[in-house]
């Protein structure tokens, strides 16, 4: 049912100019971090992006806030912060599907229609790929039943190895 709008894809988060909203991994204080965040920051230009970060001030986990795109070839970029991975048991699986399904309602709430996420939480947070990829996918269908006609494009970029396991768990779950 979602095929033609929930779409995987392996490359660089960062040279996706069909999109006009990327979404950071980003971390609490809203600073340029390694992973994803850090070159999200490189190339969105760091100096910008930080001011208008510490304008915001923070974002929580779970949550999502917006700034502009900068030198990005996407207007915006949305900024959530997905939950660190330690026993499975501190409510990691709600965050991070929370974190993802902010970010939707805010892209939507902006009029954004083309929107690419990373795998959020999965690299230096170390969320468990299996789960993590199955979050991802499962929030965006369920935004796009509760919110019909909502997006046009949701993406993800990801790198080889969790594309395949993106892959596996697309085939499951996005039905034609
Ligand atoms: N395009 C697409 N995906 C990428 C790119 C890229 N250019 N670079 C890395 N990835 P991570 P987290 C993948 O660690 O686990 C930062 O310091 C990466 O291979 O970036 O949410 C923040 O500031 C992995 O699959 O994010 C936070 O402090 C995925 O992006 C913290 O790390 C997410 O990995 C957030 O950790």
């Known amino acids: 049912m979602y095929k033609?709008?929930?779409?995987?894809?392996?490359g660089d988060i960062t040279k996706i100019p069909e999109v006009e909203a990327i979404v950071n991994a980003a971390n609490t204080s809203?600073?340029?971090?390694g992973g994803v965040c850090g070159a999200i920051?490189?190339?969105?230009?760091?100096?910008h992006l930080a001011k208008e970060c510490k304008e915001?001030?923070?974002?929580?986990t779970g949550e999502a806030v917006i700034t502009k795109g900068?030198?990005?070839?996407?207007?915006?970029?949305?900024?959530?912060v997905g939950p660190k991975y330690s026993t499975g048991e501190?409510?990691?699986?709600?965050?991070?599907?929370?974190?993802?399904?902010?970010?939707?309602?805010?892209?939507?709430?902006?009029?954004?229609?083309?929107?690419?996420?990373?795998?959020?939480?999965?690299?230096?947070y170390r969320f468990p790929i299996d789960e993590g990829s199955e979050i991802a996918l499962n929030t965006a269908i369920k935004f796009l039943d509760e919110n019909p006609n909502s997006f046009d494009l949701i993406l993800w970029v990801l790198d080889e190895k969790t594309y395949i396991v993106y892959k596996e768990k697309y085939e499951k779950l996005i039905k034609e």
């Open 4 to 10: 033609d709008i929930i779409k995987l894809v392996n």
């Open 30 to 33: 809203l600073e340029m971090g």
């Open 41 to 47: 920051f490189r190339a969105a230009g760091s100096y």
């Open 56 to 60: 915001i001030g923070g974002c929580n």
């Open 70 to 80: 900068y030198n990005l070839p996407n207007k915006y970029i949305i900024h959530t």
């Open 90 to 124: 501190n409510g990691e699986a709600e965050r991070l599907t929370s974190a993802y399904y902010e970010s939707l309602k805010l892209a939507k709430k902006k009029g954004i229609r083309k929107i690419a996420f990373p795998s959020i939480s999965t690299g230096i």
